[in-house]
């Protein structure tokens, strides 16, 4: 089975352009995770949805990010304008509290990340 | 403070050897712990979930002292492809589905 899908894998922009990634989570997984890397902060959670509903967004930096979920197989991330400081590696995670099983598993919350985004902005 | 914290590293050593890494959290209401493995360049994975008892999966052993606050990370008899970033992640009592990463501790290991 494909894992999550992200792209493009690599991006550089000029400062000032809008970017958007995209993101595929794994079928049937109903939570979804975007998360920025940097040497300086290390992992962070930018936001995450539930069935489709951003439930926590608090990670978000500030308004130029932004990030939609349309439906269950399909995210994107927005920054506009972007900063060079938006430089980082973006991740999508997804994860479902059901094992394949169908009961709770005993790593319900185990995310599943997709390859990352390596975003530069000159 | 951080919610939590790790010593960056690296820890530099020989195959075969018996490493660990420590993991220290602020929130002692924290409810879940694993510890995710990230290759260079590459996205992070589960290693392992850590439980109260402690657990072992192979080479590697988890344990977490509630009382101290910290959880930690055993690899015996180290290979090669042990050489990774190794992160700590806890789960805030707040969220069941909102992890908190530390900023990883790097393994190297050397032939």
């Known amino acids: 089975d494909a894992g999550v899908i992200q792209s493009p894998r690599h991006e550089v922009t000029e400062m000032g352009q809008e970017v958007t990634l995209r993101c595929k989570p794994i079928s049937g997984h109903d939570y979804l995770f975007w998360y920025r890397q940097t040497m300086m902060r290390g992992l962070e959670l930018l936001i995450y949805f539930n069935n489709n509903v951003p439930i926590d967004d608090s990670g978000m930096p500030e308004d130029r990010f932004s990030a939609k979920m349309p439906n269950a197989s399909f995210s994107t991330l927005k920054i506009q304008p972007s900063e060079p400081r938006d430089s980082a590696v973006y991740f999508c995670?997804?994860?479902?509290?059901?094992?394949?099983?169908?009961?709770?598993?005993?790593?319900?919350?185990?995310?599943?990340f997709g390859p990352g985004t390596r975003l530069t902005v000159l | 403070r951080k919610e939590v914290e790790q010593d960056p590293g690296p820890f530099n050593v020989p195959e075969g050897a018996t490493v660990a890494f420590n993991c220290t959290y602020s929130?002692?209401?924290?409810?879940?712990f694993f510890w995710y493995r990230q290759d260079c360049r590459k996205e992070p994975k589960l290693l392992m979930s850590?439980?109260?008892s402690g657990n072992e999966d192979g080479r590697f052993t988890a344990q977490l002292n509630r009382a101290s606050q910290y959880i930690s990370l055993l690899i015996r008899d180290s290979k090669l492809s042990d050489s990774a970033t190794y992160l700590c992640v806890v789960i805030l009592p707040d969220s069941s589905y909102k992890l908190i990463f530390g900023s990883g501790t790097r393994l190297l290991v050397r032939p």
């Open positions: 929130n002692s209401a924290s409810q879940s």
């Open positions: 850590v439980y109260s």
């Open positions: 995670a997804s994860s479902s509290p059901h094992g394949t099983s169908g009961r709770i598993s005993s790593s319900y919350n185990e995310q599943f």
